[in-house]
């Protein structure tokens, strides 16, 4: 079993900056892939962001590229997302995901299927204009 733990949400304005945590109990092949999802009030979950840990590969939905940046810390077992001039459209509740995907099978489709076993509670994040 993995616990997943988000931290980092915040109000910010406009064109500022947040890096959100996932701490996860602990990193195993069940961690293999992990990513970040959000969801805003009235909309359908989405996903955001997402890395094969062993190799590093990535992914980014089109909404979030060159703004925002996976990464992990394997020492911590820890996911972060650094968000970069952050938009009032990236208003939404994140959440860290993780399962055992991993190569070939593409991180776009992994997220597009949002078939991930372990989901963390969330972290608001809101920016103002």
């Known amino acids: 079993q993995v616990q997943l733990v988000e931290s980092g949400g915040g109000s910010v304005q406009a064109g500022r900056s947040l890096r959100l945590s996932c701490a996860a109990s602990?990193?195993?092949?069940?961690?293999?892939?992990m990513a970040w999802f959000r969801q805003a009030p009235g909309k359908e979950r989405e996903g955001v962001a997402a890395?094969?840990?062993?190799?590093?590969?990535?992914y980014y939905d089109d909404s979030v590229k060159g703004r925002f940046t996976i990464s992990q810390d394997n020492a911590k077992n820890t996911v972060y997302l650094q968000m970069n001039g952050l938009k009032p459209e990236d208003t939404a509740m994140y959440y860290c995901?993780?399962?055992?995907?991993?190569?070939?099978?593409?991180?776009?489709?992994?997220?597009?299927?949002?078939?991930?076993?372990?989901w963390g509670q969330g972290t608001q994040v809101t920016v103002s204009s």
């Open positions: 995901a993780a399962d055992l995907w991993s190569p070939p099978v593409s991180l776009r489709l992994v997220v597009a299927g949002a078939d991930f076993g372990y």
């Open positions: 602990t990193f195993s092949s069940s961690t293999n892939c």
């Open positions: 890395i094969y840990r062993g190799g590093g590969s990535t």
